[in-house]
């Protein structure tokens, strides 16, 4: 797949897609790879020599974008927690075999994706790749065990109403650690050029959405 | 609303942890990956296919970890509990299929074919012990 362009392949984060809109170039967003390279490296290769503080640097930098990329797919709470665990799994017997420290966060986020689909389609005996993510709008912890505020729960619930491919979209669009546009693109198996267009697309579904357009009142009448 | 604020909501939605049991767990996992076995690459997977749109009724997974001793060719069926492990080349082989860090339950068969019933979900990984050598898959779910 041929990235469009050469900024498609820089991590992008919130504001670089604000940025995007009006062509203005992501300045930080190669000092932000160069450190994340770094940054992992060291961490990888402490955490595999059996430095406990290292993986846990790992794990904490690293864990909201795998749980919010599990939450994108409908396989219940259980199912949740234990792709959560394989994720973590996986990395601690493969630290010595990760080639792009920088890219960590893409092999973690295809880890989260692969062991969801292969869960979800195992145990709910259906497999097309659209449908995942569709049929159950469930969150999977109640909020107060969570810790999240009421707008929070309420963007969730929208996009579990959105569902499917957007979910998935725009949740890795917002991930942190970013994800490049190159990732993205191969995680979803969606064409580079068509990310834009669709995740304008996927924010217009989603302030459309009950819950966004709550918010929305709320807002106004404040 | 404008798309700033929209992605902005998104990114404070979205990047929250998870329960802190997870967390605990994630910590715990980097001391249950110390085995002395080498690690075989998973070389294929059913759910790379299903990832990138491609549609089957077979709700099966089926991963392939090749190490230098040799070949797992894996089914695993959840909606059964049923793990079946095929392994090249052909001997006497002792599978452990290992849940988390709650121990093992091993089979011992002479045709290289290795069945599991009645699995618990969650993760778990292989270790195969043949006479050639001994191996492990990497963590997978059920």
């Known amino acids: 797949m041929v990235p469009r362009s050469s900024q498609d392949l820089q991590p992008w984060t919130a504001r670089d897609w604000v940025a995007f809109d009006s062509e203005a170039p992501p300045i930080q967003t190669a000092l932000v790879s160069g450190r994340a390279e770094q940054d992992n490296a060291d961490l990888l290769r402490r955490a595999n020599a059996g430095d406990d503080q290292a993986w846990r640097s790992l794990v904490d930098s690293h864990a909201a974008l795998v749980w919010s990329i599990i939450r994108t797919f409908a396989i219940g709470r259980d199912a949740h927690d234990d792709v959560f665990q394989a994720v973590w799994l996986r990395l601690a017997e493969s630290m010595d075999g990760i080639r792009q ?82 990732e993205v693109s191969e995680l979803l198996d969606l064409p580079i050029g068509s990310i834009g267009p669709t995740r304008a697309r996927c924010l217009e579904k989603l302030e459309r959405t009950v819950e966004i357009r709550g918010l929305i009142n709320d807002k106004d009448a404040r | 609303m404008n798309e700033e604020e929209l992605m902005s909501l998104l990114a404070d939605a979205t990047n929250t942890p998870p329960p802190a049991r997870l967390l605990d767990a994630a910590y715990a996992s980097r001391s249950w990956a110390e085995i002395d076995a080498e690690l075989a690459a998973l070389v294929d997977d059913s759910a790379d296919l299903a990832a990138a749109g491609v549609r089957s009724s077979d709700t099966k997974r089926r991963m392939v970890f090749e190490s230098s001793i040799g070949v797992a060719d894996v089914e695993l069926d959840s909606d059964n509990r049923q793990l079946v492990v095929r392994v090249e080349p052909a001997s006497r082989v002792t599978v452990d299929y290992v849940k988390g860090s709650t121990g093992a339950r091993t089979v011992d068969e002479p045709v290289s074919t290795a069945t599991f019933d009645d699995l618990a979900s969650g993760p778990a990984r292989l270790i195969i012990d043949s006479e050639f050598g001994q191996w492990r898959s990497g963590w997978f779910t059920l």
């Open chain 1, 101 to 182: 420290p920088d890219r960590l966060a893409s092999w973690l986020a295809r880890v989260a994706r692969n062991e969801a689909i292969g869960v979800y389609r195992s145990r709910q005996r259906v497999a097309p790749h659209e449908d995942v993510g569709q049929d159950l709008h469930v969150t999977t912890e109640p909020a107060a065990a969570l810790m999240v505020s009421e707008t929070q729960q309420v963007v969730r619930a929208a996009l579990d109403r959105l569902g499917g491919r957007c979910q998935r979209l725009l949740t890795m669009l917002v991930a942190s650690p970013p994800l490049t546009y190159e």
